[in-house]
Nanobody, 124 residues
Framework: QVRLVESGGGLVQAGDSLRLSCAAS???????????MGWFRQAPGKEREFVAG??????YYADSVKGRFAFSRDDAKNTMYLEMNSLKPEDTAVYYC????????????????WGQGTQVTVSS
C-alpha cells in the first residue's frame, strides 16, 4: 500500500508564493520514478481538476496555471513538489497529489493513489 502525504498549504495573499510537497512511502509494484504523477485541486462545489503533472520526461500544466506553477520531483526522496507563484484568489482549493500507473494524467479517475489534501487559501 502506498501512502502520499501533502504539506505546505496555507493562507496567503494574492501575488504570494507557496511550495507544496508530496512525500510517498510504502510498498509499490514499481519504483517511484517510474510512475506518472500529478497535482489536482478541488474548490467547494466544483469537480477535482488537473493542475500539473509528469509522465516520463514530459511535464503538463493546466492553462490556468501555466507560467505561474512549476512541477518537480525528487526521486531519491520519493517526493514531488508544486511551486506556486503569483497566486490568485481563484487558486483557492484543496490540493491533492496522486500517482497513476496507466492512462492520462489529466483525468483524476485514472489515479491509483491519492494524498489527503492540503488547503490553499489566497485572499485578495
Amino acid at each position: 500500500q502506498v501512502r502520499l502525504v501533502e504539506s505546505g498549504g496555507g493562507l496567503v495573499q494574492a501575488g504570494d508564493s507557496l511550495r507544496l510537497s508530496c512525500a510517498a512511502s510504502g510498498r509499490t509494484e514499481r519504483t517511484f520514478s517510474s510512475y506518472a504523477m500529478g497535482w489536482f485541486r478541488q474548490a467547494p462545489g466544483k469537480e477535482r481538476e488537473f493542475v500539473a503533472g509528469i509522465n516520463g520526461d514530459t511535464t503538463y500544466y493546466a492553462d490556468s496555471v501555466k507560467g505561474r506553477f512549476a512541477f518537480s520531483r525528487d526521486d531519491a526522496k520519493n517526493t514531488m513538489y508544486l511551486e506556486m507563484n503569483s497566486l490568485k484568489p481563484e487558486d483557492t482549493a484543496v490540493y491533492y497529489c496522486g500517482i497513476v500507473s496507466r492512462g492520462s494524467i489529466r483525468w483524476h479517475g485514472n489515479y491509483d493513489y491519492w494524498g489527503q489534501g492540503t488547503q490553499v487559501t489566497v485572499s485578495s
